[in-house]
């Protein structure tokens, strides 16, 4: 497969976009000099991403110790087929970002950003349908801020670079698109079961791509 | 949203399947001590993956220094919503490894890597219909082969665990699927136009897992 043809963008609104659209990131920390790479749900105000994990999750310490920490996400538009074994590719949406993690304190402040998280990722009008968190549950929750001081944004849109000499091949080629749809919704068995799946009201088509 | 329920397995059986379901992973890796995470496309085999770039590319060197590296993978299965807000999570299966990289040399180990993948990622058959690589082509290519050393697989599964207490609260809770499907193929506009798109045949249903 070919060297991708993608431009790169430095603008941070382009990487801020691709950060709200993508429902999870893949964030690197450097441990004793290695690297690890943990996925993560994300959501994204101004410059900063909230992240969230468990109190007792060690793994997060290094997130907020100070040092540098990368934090990428990719969504995957299509896969293109060119009329060489050479010219076939992926299109996609990609952003690598650096920035340092801090914890964020205090039960007001945590709860803000996982009310942010949660209203990202939830069905509309779902967080008031439910119990609210309570200051135990926000007690047990470790909440990041991570703040994006570098952004790169790579892009690689469109069909595949044919050789004018392969032209005349006789295979069609193009570009198949990836698409992210919900399933069915599955109740879970307990509780009431009186009350409808939910609707997905204003064309809500879930989370943020879950690619 | 509350500490998953996850379960570590650290068998590599398993860890194995999840990168052949998965299309795209994450590599790490640290250079002058800033850890950096880039997405790449992959085939497994054995206990190794392969990985590719253009010949050029610079950020590939990291990669097979002979460093640690860390690779990761996940797949997002659905939404799971609960009966408060700190009860809802996402379902899912992610794979953690980590191993050593080294350049693949020679034009038949690199053209054997090379097909590997693109079997795993193009229609069934499309590979014989399309021009080979050619020497030049392959030279133009850097593969890497990566051996995983150590992997971690984490899953979650099923519902949500609401508290007794929330039990009769009157919301729908259970699990909206993620699936990815393939769109309606787009012609490039080059080249012979009457040949009919791919028909994506023995229910070949795009490649692996494009989340």
Same mark, same amino acid.
């Given at each position: 497969?070919?060297?991708?043809?993608?431009?790169?963008?430095?603008?941070?609104?382009?990487?801020?976009?691709?950060?709200? %659209?993508?429902?999870?990131?893949?964030?690197?920390?450097?441990?004793?000099? =290695?690297?690890? /790479?943990? @996925?993560?749900?994300?959501?994204? !105000?101004?410059?900063?991403?909230?992240?969230?994990? #468990?109190?007792?999750? *060690?793994?997060?310490?290094?997130?907020?110790?100070?040092?540098? =920490?990368? =934090? %990428?996400?990719?969504?995957?538009?299509?896969?293109?087929?060119?009329?060489?074994?050479? +010219?076939?590719?992926?299109?996609? *949406?990609?952003?690598?970002?650096?920035?340092?993690?801090?914890? =964020? +304190?205090? +039960?007001? #402040?945590?709860?803000?950003?996982?009310?942010?998280?949660?209203?990202?990722?939830?069905?509309?009008?779902?967080?008031?349908?439910?119990? !609210?968190?309570?200051? $135990? %549950?926000?007690?047990?929750?470790?909440?990041? %801020?991570?703040?994006?001081?570098?952004?790169? /944004?790579?892009? $690689? $849109?469109?069909?595949?670079?044919?050789? $004018? *000499?392969?032209?005349? #091949?006789? /295979?069609?080629?193009? +570009?198949?698109?990836?698409?992210?749809?919900?399933?069915?919704?599955?109740?879970?068995?307990?509780?009431?079961?009186?009350? @409808?799946?939910?609707?997905?009201?204003?064309?809500?088509?879930?989370?943020?791509?879950? *690619?």
């Amino acid at each position: 497969m070919r060297r991708l043809p993608a431009r790169a963008d430095y603008d941070p609104a382009v990487a801020y976009r691709l950060f709200d %659209e993508a429902v999870m990131c893949h964030v690197g920390y450097v441990l004793d000099g =290695v690297p690890y /790479v943990i @996925p993560m749900l994300h959501v994204r !105000a101004d410059d900063r991403l909230y992240l969230h994990g #468990a109190a007792g999750n *060690r793994t997060l310490d290094a997130v907020v110790s100070g040092a540098a =920490v990368c =934090v %990428e996400t990719t969504l995957l538009d299509g896969l293109v087929l060119g009329r060489s074994a050479y +010219e076939n590719s992926v299109n996609y *949406r990609s952003v690598i970002a650096f920035g340092q993690g801090r914890p =964020v +304190e205090g +039960e007001d #402040a945590k709860r803000d950003a996982m009310t942010l998280l949660l209203r990202r990722l939830l069905p509309p009008g779902r967080l008031e349908d439910v119990r !609210a968190l309570s200051p $135990r %549950e926000l007690a047990r929750t470790k909440v990041i %801020e991570l703040t994006l001081a570098e952004c790169s /944004v790579k892009v $690689r $849109r469109g069909p595949a670079l044919d050789d $004018r *000499r392969d032209l005349d #091949a006789p /295979v069609w080629a193009g +570009e198949i698109p990836f698409l992210s749809v919900l399933g069915t919704p599955r109740h879970d068995g307990a509780g009431r079961t009186d009350i @409808p799946a939910p609707a997905f009201p204003d064309g809500w088509a879930g989370p943020p791509n879950p *690619r």
